[in-house]
């Protein structure tokens, strides 16, 4: 097909669409959904969380506040990357947050040496916190991903390691909030973990999920 | 653009034809060396995906950026696609040989008796015979046979298909 007859066929095919929102917007809209079940989580389990215990703990309340703020600004980092011709600068954004939640619990893990020995360094697994993790997950995935794929595929790698970072913080976020009182060792390997994991295999993934549509039909 | 996001083919025509150059132009200077036809294929890619992500076009902000990240990465996965298969695919000016020269030369049994095989076609009807010695020994196209033999391109199929059924027959029977 030559050049004027395709853009011929374009341009017949051009049916009204709908702008998309700005990136920032796109992340409220994908988070409140998202808050609001691990609201219901809360609620629901009600007998483990105590708003006393999680606010009388100062570090606590730096590594709920840095895991929000990661999976707010990898949200935006991902939407942001879907624009084309968008700033890039927004992608390290989400490094900042990170760093400090790593941080924080970095302190706590020394804090647990000094105060309980090797003891507090020791690694167990623990498999109750999968399920809520993935309970909290489940809906800003596919939510997440749904929504990434009206944006442009310029960088599925980068797009959907931000996407995993931002549900698996998102999760985390939720997750500490009824189930306190872990050794920072435990946080670090399981929560900060899942959600390395996390964002590689949905990096891994990124072109199989997110890639130029046209190329189905056309191939 | 904007127009075009609210369903105006016109404007939408209009600006597509005004982006080709531009885009064209850009694939031409990163890659100088592509054939013509390369990079058209190329250029059709970028409006492709244009078309297929206008909706993240947002008119407060300028075209050409917008324009360009697209085609920007487009071009990149055309050269990543393009050295992938260089990587995989060798081009050799000679096939290399499967099987050695004794299993390849069969010049002595291929056609057992000449003689008889041309008695064969000679023996076929006139139609068959013109058939096969258009398109088989002068290896004639259809169409080029369909001019000489004035038979229809369908006639010659029916005709050469009979004529090696025949062919097959005659020379099975003197063997």
């Not at chain 2, 025509?13 to 005004?18: A, F, I, M, S, V």
């Amino acid at each position: 097909m030559d050049t004027d007859t395709l853009i011929e066929r374009l341009s017949e095919d051009a049916a009204p669409v709908r702008r998309l929102p700005a990136p920032w917007l796109r992340a409220l809209l994908w988070l409140l959904p998202g808050l609001a079940i691990i609201a219901a989580v809360v609620v629901a389990v009600k007998g483990l969380f105590d708003p006393r215990m999680v606010l009388a703990d100062h570090r606590m309340v730096i590594e709920e506040a840095a895991t929000l703020v990661t999976a707010v600004t990898a949200a935006l980092a991902a939407f942001q990357s879907t624009v084309p011709g968008a700033s890039r600068r927004w992608l390290w954004v989400p490094l900042a947050p990170l760093a400090v939640w790593l941080a924080s619990v970095g302190q706590g893990c020394i804090d647990d040496y000094i105060r309980l020995g090797m003891a507090g360094l020791a690694v167990r697994f623990d498999g109750g916190c999968m399920l809520p993790m993935v309970l909290i997950g489940f809906v800003p995935t596919i939510m997440i991903v749904v929504m990434l794929r009206r944006g442009a595929p310029l960088a599925p790698r980068l797009t959907l390691a931000l996407a995993g970072l931002a549900v698996a913080a998102l999760a985390n976020f939720g997750l500490i909030l009824f189930h306190t009182g872990d050794v920072s060792i435990m946080v670090l390997v399981w929560h900060f973990g899942l959600v390395m994991v996390a964002s590689a295999v949905a990096a891994a993934l990124g072109p199989r999920v997110l890639g130029w549509r046209h190329r189905a039909s056309n191939a | 653009m904007k127009a075009a996001q609210d369903g105006d083919h016109a404007a939408y025509r209009t600006l597509l034809g005004e982006v080709t150059p531009v885009v064209r132009r850009a694939v031409k200077g990163r890659h100088p060396f592509l054939s013509a036809d390369d990079v058209e294929d190329l250029v059709q890619d970028v409006l492709l995906s244009l078309h297929s992500v206008r909706a993240t076009f947002d008119s407060r902000r300028p075209f050409l950026p917008w324009l360009m990240a697209i085609t920007h990465n487009r071009i990149v996965d055309a050269a990543r696609r393009y050295s992938r298969r260089a990587a995989r695919e060798v081009t050799v000016a000679e096939y290399p040989e499967t099987s050695d020269a004794a299993q390849t030369n069969r010049i002595n049994d291929d056609y057992r008796d000449p003689e008889a095989l041309r008695q064969a076609v000679a023996d076929l009807p006139k139609g068959q015979r013109v058939a096969v010695e258009l398109l088989k020994l002068r290896e004639m196209s259809l169409k080029e046979a369909a001019v000489i033999s004035g038979m229809s391109v369908a006639a010659l199929k029916v005709a050469s298909h009979r004529a090696t059924k025949a062919l097959r027959v005659a020379l099975r029977a003197r063997d």
